[in-house]
């Protein structure tokens, strides 16, 4: 990728678990795939620092974008 291009940017959801999701980002310029990205979320605690389940709502939502 260059700066100042302009790239048409996809994003997908490829998994969801109990605490976390993941995207893959294509980015494109003339329909040509430049770059492909996957990034991990996870849900954590502040206090804690550990692990949480994704909120009930949220995971529908994602798991309505995986399909």
Do not use: N, W
């Amino acid at each position: 990728l260059m700066p100042f291009e302009d790239y048409q940017v996809e994003i997908e959801v490829k998994a969801v678990g109990l605490s976390s999701f993941s995207l893959e980002t294509l980015f494109l310029k003339d329909g040509a795939l430049c770059a492909k990205t996957q990034t991990v979320h996870v849900f954590v605690s502040h206090a804690t620092r550990k692990a949480l389940d994704i909120p009930p709502d949220v995971s529908e939502i994602l798991k309505t974008l995986a399909q």
